[in-house]
Nanobody, 128 residues
Framework: QVHLVQSGGGSVQSGGSLRLSCVAS????????MGWFRQAPGKEREGVAA???????SYADSVKGRFTISLDTAKNTMTLQMNDLKPEDTAMYYC??????????????????????WGQGTLVTVSS
């Protein structure tokens, strides 16, 4: 069974930066899609950024120009670099993967059940 292990996150002041990493125990397919999702207290989960094995990416409008998603296949690692953080970015962040190729824009809207595996979550807190 594939596992996703997250690291990074923490607390930062508005305008600061944080980096999240998600390491897969293995990548079972040649073509796949991965993404970052977040859920703030009292709000629904939202897709933040997605990337596929062809390196196509998609971002939520709220993070475009501030967040960058990347993939290091040699290390089975997906990373989310978050710059110019705002208090509204405060949330639990989760990585997830689907072992098949779907348009990255679709991945951001996928239901929890549609994705094959999820990371354990990591808290990001941005203070004003």
């Amino acid at each position: 069974q594939v596992h996703l292990v997250q690291s990074g996150g923490g607390s930062v002041q508005s305008g600061g930066s944080l980096r999240l990493s998600c390491v897969a125990s293995e990548i079972p397919r040649e073509f796949y899609s991965m993404g970052w999702f977040r859920q703030a207290p009292g709000k629904e989960r939202e897709g933040v950024a997605a990337i596929d094995s062809d390196r196509s990416t998609s971002y939520a409008d709220s993070v475009k120009g501030r967040f960058t998603i990347s993939l290091d296949t040699a290390k089975n690692t997906m990373t989310l670099q978050m710059n110019d953080l705002k208090p509204e970015d405060t949330a639990m962040y989760y990585c997830a993967a689907e072992w098949g190729l779907v348009p990255t824009s679709w991945l951001l809207k996928r239901s929890t059940e549609a994705l094959d595996v999820w990371g354990q979550g990591t808290l990001v807190t941005v203070s004003s």
